[in-house]
């Protein structure tokens, strides 16, 4: 395989689906990964302790699989749980058999459950060691995997879809504005990834990248602020979060920016990145 290669986790819908195919329209075959293969899968994707969740959401490995190839690339899907380590193992293993390597990963995926919503004393304890093992311990076994062949090659990107709720604090109560502290924890826990990446690999051509996304019209935030009596208001379309993560893997400016958190709204904002949003 000459063309680039990506892999680019929790590509069913929102963020990661929009990255999958700008990456694809910019010349990268793509690997995607999920927990809904197809359309109309139901999962259960409670943010809460108080209640079950398991509505269909929008979104299919199989339609950003069929995206990716309308772009004129090849998909190669691969179904996972990144809260489940075996999983997480299969796909890198999956990909790399497959395709043989991997020169740009995309760390996206998260996990949704209770803990996310919820307030501190209602958060059950197990709830952080699963946002953890989603947002920093996959990641690690995929960077894990992947990296040596980056080495090896001299080149390689990996940026991480992080939130500011890593390092800000929450200006309300969980469900009222805020975040539950075991997301936190897990989006905290994941951002420390780059930097390490960065100070190790600098200098043998790994760039490294957070990425805070900001307020997104996903698929699945306009049902979650629904939920809770609020209105999609302000929201960046996830086309323009993908903008921004081409552009730092492409350009030599973007390169610079190596190791750092980007603001993704400010920067494409400022950069014209994605023109029909302003």
């Known amino acids: 395989m000459t063309r680039p290669i990506a892999l680019v986790t929790g590509a069913s819908r929102g963020i990661g689906k929009a990255i999958a195919i700008s990456l694809a329209q910019a010349g990268y075959d793509v690997a995607i990964s999920a927990r809904t293969v197809k359309p109309g899968e139901s999962r259960e994707n409670t943010l809460t302790v108080h209640r079950s969740d398991t509505r269909v959401l929008p979104g299919s ?17 691969l179904a996972a749980d990144l809260t489940d380590r075996a999983s997480v193992q299969a796909m890198a293993d999956t990909l790399l058999n497959r395709w043989g390597r991997a020169d740009l990963l995309v760390h996206n995926g998260r996990y949704l459950g209770p803990g996310l919503m919820d307030v501190f004393l209602e958060t059950p304890p197990d709830a952080f060691a699963k946002f953890v093992e989603a947002h920093l311990t996959a990641p690690v076994v995929l960077t894990q995997a992947l990296l040596p062949g980056m080495l090896e090659r001299g080149r390689g990107d990996v940026v991480t879809i ?10 309300a109560p969980a469900g009222q504005g805020g975040w539950g502290l075991a997301y936190a ?12 990446l960065h100070c190790e690999f600098k200098d043998k051509g ?20 629904r939920d809770y009596g609020r209105e999609l208001v302000g929201a960046a379309p996830p086309a323009a979060i993908a903008a921004v993560v081409n552009w730092l893997v492409s350009t030599e400016e973007g390169a610079a920016l190596a190791g750092t958190t980007i603001q993704a709204q400010s920067l494409c904002l400022e950069k014209g990145l994605h023109p029909s949003w302003k």
């Open 61 to 77: 490995l199989e339609e950003t699989a069929a995206a990716i190839e309308s772009a004129g690339a090849k998909p190669l899907m």
């Open 162 to 171: 992080t939130s500011n709720a890593a390092y800000d604090a929450p200006a």
């Open 185 to 196: 924890v897990g989006k905290a826990a994941g951002h420390t990834l780059v930097p390490v």
């Open 206 to 225: 790994i760039r490294a990248f957070n990425v805070q996304p900001g307020f997104v019209g996903t698929e699945r935030n306009e049902i979650s602020v």
